[in-house]
C-alpha cells in the first residue's frame, strides 16, 4: 500500500497501491469513520410486529428472491442468507403483499436486522 486517501462522503476512502511495479488504486468502505457506521446500521426487526421478517443469524445476503408488491404464502421464499458457508432460506411468516424488501444481494446483516415487511 502506498497511501490513503481522504474519507468520501459515502464513508469510502480511495486505496493506492503498487504490486510488482504496476500502481493501482480503488476506494474501499471505511468502516472506522464515524461517516460509514452511520451508514452501515441496519434497522431492527420490531419483534411485536407479525409481518416483519429479520434476520435469526448473523450471516450475508446472497439472493433477493421477491421484490416490494409481491403477492407471498405463507413459507414462500422471500431471501437466501448464507452463513459460516451453509446457505439458510428466509420464508415468508404469512400470506400477504410485500410492502418493502430492506436488504439487497451482498448485504451483511446481524440477528435482529430487518429483511421485509409483509402485510
Known amino acids: 500500500m502506498v497511501a490513503i486517501g481522504q474519507i468520501h462522503e459515502d464513508g469510502t476512502r480511495r486505496v493506492f497501491f503498487e504490486v510488482n511495479g504496476l500502481q493501482n488504486s480503488f476506494d474501499v468502505l471505511d468502516r472506522t469513520s464515524d461517516v460509514a457506521a452511520n451508514l452501515i446500521k441496519k434497522e431492527k426487526v420490531d419483534t411485536e410486529d407479525d409481518g416483519q421478517v429479520g434476520s435469526a443469524m448473523k450471516g450475508l445476503v446472497v439472493d433477493v428472491l421477491k421484490s416490494s408488491g409481491d403477492l407471498v404464502e405463507?413459507?414462500?421464499?422471500?431471501?437466501?442468507?448464507?452463513?459460516m458457508k451453509m446457505e439458510t432460506i428466509i420464508s415468508a411468516p404469512k400470506k400477504g403483499r410485500i410492502?418493502?424488501?430492506?436488504?439487497?444481494?451482498g448485504d451483511d446483516l446481524d440477528s435482529g436486522d430487518l429483511i421485509a415487511v409483509i402485510r
Not at 405463507?74 to 448464507?82: F, K, Q, T
Open 74 to 83: 405463507e413459507g414462500e421464499p422471500l431471501a437466501v442468507m448464507s452463513a
Open 99 to 105: 410492502e418493502r424488501i430492506a436488504v439487497k444481494t
